[in-house]
C-alpha cells in the first residue's frame, strides 16, 4: 500500500525454496524473531512461500476464468492450515491487497469494460453520483445509516463524492473521518488501520506536516550520488511552461568535482551523464544543495535566489530553474481526491 512496483510472486516463492535448500539450523529474518530448528527453520519458510504461491496460482485461476480484481479480493483466501499459521498473521500485508497486486501486474489496471477508458471527469462523476442519489443531504443520510450498520467502507466512498465537489464541507470531513477512524479500529493489519487513521487526522486538519527524505541519516542523504540526484529533476519539470523552450545547462558540483548536463527541449528534460560542450549556462553548487532540493527542502529557484546556487548567465539560469517545481508534501492529500487537494492546497 505504500506505493511500489510490482513484485513478482513466482521470483519471490522460488527466491525462498533456495533458501529452504540450506537447511539451516537458525534463520535470523528482517522482519520478527530468530527462529531456531531446522524443523522449525523448513516450517516457517515452506509455508511462507505456499501462502505466496498459493495466493498468485489461485489468483492466475481466477483471472483465467475471467474473474476481474475486486472479485479476486473476494475470493481468494488462504486455506485453514496456512491463514493459522502463527507466522502467516495479515498483521502487515494481506492477501486482498496481494491479489489485487499481482492482476495489476498481470493484466493492467483495464478490467475489460469499454467505459473505463474513457470516463466521465472525475468531478463531474461525482456530481452524477450525488444528483442520483438525491443530493448532499440524502448521502450524509446513507453514510450516517451505513455506519451505524458498520459498512463502515461504503460511507466513506459516497461520502468521497461530495468532498470532490466541496473539498472543504467541514461536516462531511468529519463524519468520513468518523467512518475511517471506526473501520480503522477494528484492523488487524496494520497498514490498513494506520492509513485510515492517518486519513482521519488528516481530514479533521490534525495531521502533523509530513517530512520529505531529508529526515533520513545525513550519511545516506550525503552518499547520494550527485547524478542520480539531477536525474530526479525531469519528473518535476513543468512541461506545460516550456514547450517552446531549448535550454541545455551544465550542473557543475564543485566540492565533488563533478559535472553533468539537463536538457530542456519542448517540455522534456533529457539528462546528459557526461559534461556537455556546448552549454547555454552552468549552475554551479555543492552536493548538498542538490541533496536538499531532492529532499523537498528547498527548490531549485530558491537556491539560486539565495546564492547557494551560482551562475554564468544569471538572468537565463533564473528561466531555466523556474521551470521546475519543488516538492509540497503538504499538498497531497490521503483522503480526498488529489485533484482537488491540489487545487484548494489542502
Same mark, same amino acid.
Given at each position: ?9 513466482? %521470483? ?10 540450506? %537447511? ?24 511462507? =512461500? ?24 473476494? /475470493? ?9 499459521? @502463527? ?26 469494460? @469499454? ?7 472525475? !468531478? ?16 450524509? +443520510? !446513507? ?37 475511517? =477512524? ?25 495531521? @502533523? ?12 542523504? +550525503? ?19 516550456? /514547450? ?92 480526498? @481526491? ?9
Amino acid at each position: 500500500m505504500r506505493g511500489t512496483r510490482y513484485r513478482d510472486p513466482v %521470483n519471490w516463492y522460488k527466491a525462498v525454496d533456495v533458501l529452504r535448500s540450506f %537447511n539451516a539450523e537458525t534463520m535470523v529474518p528482517s522482519h520478527g524473531r530468530p527462529v531456531y530448528g531446522q524443523e522449525n527453520v523448513a516450517d516457517v519458510l515452506t509455508a511462507y =512461500r505456499d501462502a505466496i504461491q498459493y495466493s498468485h496460482d489461485q489468483t492466475i485461476r481466477l483471472i483465467n476464468k475471467g474473474y476481474l480484481m475486486e472479485d479476486l479480493a473476494e /475470493l481468494v483466501n488462504l486455506p485453514p492450515h496456512l491463514a493459522e499459521h @502463527p507466522w502467516l498473521g495479515e498483521f502487515y500485508g494481506s492477501v486482498k491487497n496481494s491479489v489485487r497486486q499481482f492482476y495489476v501486474g498481470y493484466i493492467g489496471w483495464y478490467q475489460g469494460d @469499454p467505459w473505463e477508458v474513457d470516463r466521465v471527469e472525475p !468531478n463531474r462523476r461525482a456530481e452524477l453520483y450525488v444528483e442520483s442519489m438525491g443530493g448532499r443531504n440524502a448521502v450524509m +443520510d !446513507n453514510a450516517r445509516a451505513a455506519i451505524e450498520r458498520e459498512e463502515f467502507t461504503w460511507a466513506t466512498e459516497i461520502l468521497t463524492y461530495l468532498l470532490y465537489q466541496n473539498p472543504n464541507d467541514t461536516a462531511v470531513r468529519q463524519l468520513k473521518a468518523t467512518a475511517l =477512524r471506526e473501520w480503522g479500529y477494528r484492523q488487524i493489519t496494520t497498514t490498513w488501520r494506520m492509513w485510515a487513521l492517518t486519513s482521519a487526522m488528516e481530514l479533521e486538519g490534525t495531521l @502533523p506536516a509530513r517530512s520529505g527524505i531529508g529526515e533520513q541519516n545525513e550519511d545516506i542523504v +550525503d552518499a547520494f550520488p550527485v547524478s542520480a540526484a539531477i536525474e530526479l529533476l525531469p519528473a518535476r519539470l513543468a512541461a506545460e511552461r516550456c /514547450l517552446d523552450v531549448n535550454i541545455v545547462a551544465r550542473f557543475s558540483v564543485s566540492d565533488r568535482n563533478e559535472a553533468y548536463g539537463l536538457e530542456i527541449r519542448q517540455g522534456v528534460a533529457e539528462f546528459h551523464a557526461n559534461n556537455p560542450d556546448n552549454v547555454d549556462l552552468t549552475l554551479e553548487m555543492e552536493a548538498n544543495v542538490l541533496n536538499e532540493v531532492i529532499a523537498g527542502q528547498i527548490t531549485l529557484a530558491e537556491a539560486l535566489d539565495n546564492g547557494d546556487i551560482s551562475s554564468d548567465e544569471a538572468e537565463l539560469a533564473e528561466e531555466f530553474v523556474s521551470y521546475f517545481e519543488g516538492i509540497d508534501y503538504q499538498s497531497i492529500s490521503l483522503s480526498i @481526491p488529489v485533484n482537488n487537494a491540489l487545487r484548494t492546497g489542502l
